[in-house]
């Protein structure tokens, strides 16, 4: 498969992501030149000239979460992460099981990031655990258990994962069973 993204480009968008979505335009085109007019040709990044910035496009960010409920520690670091998303204007989508609900960290958790704007449903319908960045890049696990993920890049796939199989239409039925549009 032909790869949209090197490993120092994918690496640069964590990054950024991770940082809550803008970086300075210089910073990195100093750190990764190539990466950075990459993402940029992709318009997963877009240059604002006027103040020198870099901001990641990624104004939808959906999550499926099956597994239960995670640590404590986990879920103070993701809070802060999401607050930086949101901030920054992603809109955030988590959908988890329904075994989440009588985990009161998790609860918690998704309340605070509700009062920030993050969107939460609970399914009772299996699905699987994955992450799709506005409807271009999938993240799914490489293995059992989480340890190592794939970043799918192909849009035939992404778009067959969101579609059938994802976060994505999972969520929009957790939604409409809730009378939700």
Known sequence: MNSLLNDDA???????????GR???????????DATRRLIDLGLLVHFGREESLTAVNPRAVAARPGGARPTRILRETLVRDRRSL?????????????????????SYAA???RAGE????????FLR???????????PAAHGDSSAVFVEDPALVALLREHHGAESLFQLGWLMRGGS
């Open 130 to 140: 994955m992450l799709v960045f506005d409807r271009k890049v999938a993240v799914i």
């Open 112 to 114: 605070s990031a509700t």
């Open 10 to 20: 994918r690496r640069l968008y964590r990054e950024i992501l991770g940082r809550g």
């Open 23 to 33: 970086v300075m335009f210089r910073e990195s085109m100093q750190r990764a030149p």
């Open 87 to 107: 901030a920054a204007g992603i809109s955030l989508r988590t959908l988890y099981r329904p075994g989440v609900l009588t985990h009161r960290p998790t609860v």
């Open 119 to 126: 969107c939460f449903r609970v399914l009772d319908e299996p």
